[in-house]
């Protein structure tokens, strides 16, 4: 399977050096100095690419969807902070017919994550004693505060039935990879929930599974039915 990059920074570096044990020849790496305004977006360069994984910022990302599909490219998209754009990617890859699989976070620990907050939200949403936060920190280059994670996190514990205040807040300090933590309290004990990254390479991996996954397929797809399904 061809594999392109669109983005090529600490992560598509990682990428690149895990994407032969995933079945991924490595065809065509775009970063800053090859493809400024898009310039390395042709069908010559694509030709024959299976899959691209976007990894860039998050005003280039939404363009760069629709790029590719208009390419006939499917593409991973490890950008976080355009959703806001999503009807514009979903209407782009259903008239092209390709696909995409996007999420706020590539990690699978943060996909179980995920899910374990939400149930522990929904058993919480019957005892209003307790109080709940969420809270991460991340590098201090991370562009987004609080984080795609993070919003995600608080969306799935509204939908499990948690409706009181969940107070929100984000840290950028250093070097860190990423924590996030999820909590509930009150006057007789702590519940608390966190995850925390080592390295980017969870990421990455993570990445290259949906890549793997998604070549052949059709439409658009969160990263948690790659893992779970559809629910």
Do not use: C
Not at 37 to 63: H, K, L, Q
Not at 132 to 138: D, K
Not at 168 to 197: N, V
Request: proline content about 2%; charged content about 25%; overall charge neutral.
């Amino acid at each position: 399977m061809k594999l392109a990059f669109v983005g090529y920074g600490k992560m598509g570096r990682m990428m690149d050096a895990l994407a032969s044990g995933y079945g991924f020849e490595v065809v065509l790496r775009l970063d800053e100095f090859n493809n400024v305004d898009g310039a390395g977006m042709t069908r010559e360069n694509f030709a024959g690419v299976d899959v691209a994984i976007e990894f860039t910022a998050p005003e280039a990302a939404i363009g760069n969807i629709e790029a590719l599909a208009g390419l006939g490219v499917n593409t991973v998209v490890g950008t976080t902070g355009w959703s806001r754009h999503l009807d514009r990617a979903r209407a782009a890859v259903e008239k092209a017919g390709t696909a995409l699989v996007y999420a706020s976070n590539f990690s699978v620990g943060v996909n179980v994550f995920e899910r374990v907050a939400a149930e522990t939200a929904r058993l919480m949403a019957a005892q209003p004693e307790y109080e709940a936060w969420a809270w991460e920190i991340h590098h201090s280059a991370k562009k987004d505060a609080p984080s795609g994670t993070l919003l995600t996190l608080v969306e799935s514990m509204r939908r499990a039935g948690y409706e009181r205040k969940i107070d929100q807040a984000a840290s950028r300090a250093g070097a860190h990879p990423g924590t996030h933590e999820i909590g509930f309290d009150s006057a007789a004990d702590t519940i608390t929930l966190r995850h925390t990254a080592r390295s980017r390479e969870g990421f990455a991996r993570g990445a290259l599974h949906a890549a793997r996954w998604i070549v052949g397929r059709k439409g658009v797809y969160e990263f948690r039915e790659v893992l779970f399904g559809a629910r």
